[in-house]
């Protein structure tokens, strides 16, 4: 039976007994793995005092051919995210992103840039300020990873320079920005929210575009959040709250019918 050793943040957690825990884990490069953990709750033990949401650490695992869950054999916790358990604002973000990465990847997929992109987001939640751009920087590399990167320098049908216009469109069927034609298909975004797109794309570090229009970054953000929600064909519930009253923003009514209620710029 084959023993994986890897570095791990819990983005999933179930009681199985008083004293064990089934767990999602999204490891650095397994990818999502599900195991259980016996006697994972008990004091003394080989995981540390159990594994709580959003932590990272080193799992032991012993993965069986045909099973669905591997056998969780030893958990060192190593980071906690402490902040996470101190701000609203940061844990419903810290929420979100484990939610897209459970509905992102599939199980044993191994993305080690999307794993240290979110360990990276968890740290930087720490600053709240910088909430908003982790947040962007975070769906956006989760998008590029998972094969549904967005374009947004040109336009996404044509391939051709986008009009010199105040406004452009956003097309999850074209998968990037188009023209504003008024078509069903597409969404009416303020060009600032694609620079400032085009801006974090570029961006090899956080303060490059953390001090961008408080408002531009949530418009920016809102957009992938409605990007991702026709990329999964559902809403996550953890997106519901991240863009809740008071974390981002009042959730805005749609511009039209064709436009997804999580967003509108």
């Known amino acids: 039976m084959p023993t994986l050793q ?20 999204f490891t650095r490069e397994n990818g999502i793995l599900r195991g259980l953990a016996k006697g994972a709750k008990r004091e003394k033990g080989s995981f540390s005092g159990g594994l709580d949401l959003l932590t990272r650490g080193q799992i032991v695992a012993i993965v069986k051919p045909g099973r669905e869950l591997a056998t969780l054999a030893q958990w060192t916790l190593e980071e906690t995210f402490r902040h996470l358990r101190l701000s609203l604002e940061a844990n419903r973000a810290g929420l979100y992103f484990a939610d897209l ?7 044993n997929q191994a ?10 987001a968890l740290r930087g939640l720490a600053e709240p300020d910088d ?26 049908e044509t391939g051709r320079p986008l009009p010199e216009a105040d406004t452009v469109a956003f ?26 797109l085009v801006t974090m794309a570029k961006a090899t570090a956080l303060a490059e575009f953390s001090d961008l229009d ?16 026709e990329v999964l064909g559902r809403e996550p519930a953890a997106m519901r709250f991240a863009f ?15 436009a997804p209620p999580t967003w509108s710029d």
Not at 245 to 252: C, T
Request: hydrophobic content about 40%.
């Open 244 to 258: 809740s009253d008071g974390v981002l923003g009042p959730r805005p009514t749609p511009d039209r019918e064709s």
């Open 6 to 25: 890897d570095d791990a943040v819990v983005i999933r957690r179930w009681d199985w007994s008083e004293t064990s825990q089934t767990v999602s884990l």
């Open 111 to 120: 993305s080690p840039s999307a794993f240290d992109a979110l360990v990276d």
């Open 131 to 156: 909430v908003a751009a982790c947040m962007l920087r975070f769906q956006w590399t989760l998008l590029v990873e998972a094969g549904y990167q967005p374009i947004i320098d040109r336009d996404a």
């Open 101 to 107: 990465v459970h509905h992102a990847l599939s199980q």
């Open 214 to 229: 408080p408002k531009t970054l949530d418009r920016a953000n809102r957009l992938l959040a409605a990007y991702w929600r």
């Open 171 to 196: 097309s999850a069927e074209a998968g990037g920005v188009v023209p504003d034609t008024g078509a069903g298909d597409r969404w009416r975004v303020r060009r600032e929210t694609v620079d400032a």
